[in-house]
C-alpha cells in the first residue's frame, strides 16, 4: 500500500539526505549495464545528430570570423536551417533524457529491467512525465512570467537615446524573489515525476506537497549534488587536456572538429550520466510514498 493514502498531516520522516544521494551513485554503478541497455540507441542517435548539428554550427562559425572585414559588425544571425537543426538537436536530447528517466525510474521503484533502448517512446506513462515536466516547468516560470510580460511591455522605451526607466531595475528583484518561489513550489512537487513514470496516477499535488513539507532543501541539494559533479568533472577535464581555444585557432578546421567533437561527447556523456540524478528522485519516491529509507 502506498503511504501516500495515508493522512497528510502526520509526521512522516525526513529524507535522509547523505544516504539518498550515496544510493543514487552506487545503484547507478551497480547497474551500469541496465543503465547502458536503456540509452545504448539514444546514445548512438544523439551522437550522430549532435555531432552533425555542431559541425555546421561551428564551420559556419568559424567561416563567419574567417570573412569578418575590420571596422564591420559582427553579425551573428545563424541561417534559418541551422536553428531549426540545432533546435532539433535539443529537442532529440530531452526525449531521449525523458525516455531514460522513465526506464531508471521503473527499475530502481519497481525493480523493471529496462527492454529495448527507446522502446517505452509509446508508452502512456512516458508521455505522461512529459506532461508533467511541462507542468512543473510552468510552475516554476509562471510565477515570473505574469509580472515579466505584462511589465516590460508597459515600460517600452520610448524611441531615441533615452535611458531605460529606473522601474525595470527595481523589477529584477521581484522577478529573482518570484523565480525563486516557483522553484520551491516545482521542487515541493518533482516527486510526481518518477509517480508518473511507474503509473502511480494517484498521487495528487496535494498529496506530494504534504508529504515533502520541510524537504524541499534536501529535494534540492540532493538533485544538485547528484548531477553538477560529473557535469564539472567534464568540463575540468576538458580545460586540461584541450584548454581555452586561442583566437589564432577558431578559423582553423582543427578548431572546428575540436568543438564538434566535444559537443558530441558531452551529449552522449548527459545521456550516459542522467540516471544518477533520476535515481536520487527514485529514492525520495520510494521513501515517502512506498516504505521509509532505512539507515544504516
Do not use: C
Not at 26 to 35: E, G, L, N, P, V
Not at 119 to 146: E, H, Q, S
Not at 205 to 231: C, D, E, H, I, S
Amino acid at each position: 500500500m502506498s503511504l501516500a493514502e495515508g493522512p497528510p498531516d502526520l509526521p512522516y520522516p525526513k529524507l535522509p539526505f547523505w544516504d539518498t544521494v550515496s544510493l543514487s551513485y552506487s545503484t547507478y554503478f551497480r547497474h551500469f549495464i541496465d543503465a547502458l541497455r536503456a540509452s545504448w540507441l539514444w546514445l548512438i542517435v544523439a551522437a550522430v545528430v549532435t555531432g552533425f548539428a555542431s559541425w555546421q554550427q561551428w564551420s559556419w562559425m568559424a567561416t563567419m570570423l574567417a570573412n569578418l572585414k575590420p571596422g564591420l559588425p559582427l553579425k551573428m544571425s545563424r541561417p534559418s536551417e541551422m536553428a531549426l537543426l540545432l533546435n532539433l538537436d535539443n529537442i532529440l536530447l530531452l526525449f531521449a533524457g525523458v525516455s531514460i528517466a522513465v526506464a531508471w525510474h521503473r527499475l530502481m521503484i519497481l525493480n523493471e529491467q529496462p527492454g529495448f533502448s527507446g522502446g517505452n517512446v509509446a508508452t502512456k506513462d512516458l508521455w505522461r512525465y512529459i506532461v508533467m515536466a511541462l507542468a512543473l516547468f510552468l510552475v516554476m516560470f509562471l510565477p515570473m512570467a505574469a509580472v515579466m510580460f505584462p511589465t516590460l511591455y508597459l515600460l517600452q522605451p520610448v524611441p531615441g537615446p533615452a535611458p531605460p526607466p529606473p522601474a525595470l531595475f527595481l523589477l529584477l528583484p521581484l522577478l529573482f524573489a518570484l523565480y525563486a518561489v516557483g522553484t520551491f513550489v516545482a521542487f515541493r512537487l518533482t516527486l510526481l515525476l518518477p509517480a508518473q513514470a511507474i503509473g502511480d496516477t494517484s498521487l495528487t499535488f496535494k498529496q506530494a506537497w504534504n508529504r515533502t513539507r520541510g524537504n524541499v532543501w534536501r529535494l534540492f541539494w540532493g538533485v544538485v549534488v547528484t548531477t553538477m559533479p560529473a557535469l564539472l568533472i567534464a568540463q575540468v577535464v576538458f580545460l586540461v587536456g584541450v584548454g581555452p581555444p586561442r583566437p589564432s585557432t577558431v578559423v582553423s578546421e582543427d578548431f572546428v572538429a575540436q568543438m564538434t567533437a566535444m559537443s558530441t561527447v558531452f551529449a552522449v556523456y548527459y545521456l550516459l550520466i542522467l540516471p544518477i540524478g533520476i535515481g536520487f528522485l527514485s529514492h525520495a519516491y520510494r521513501h515517502f510514498f512506498v516504505a521509509p529509507l532505512e539507515l544504516p
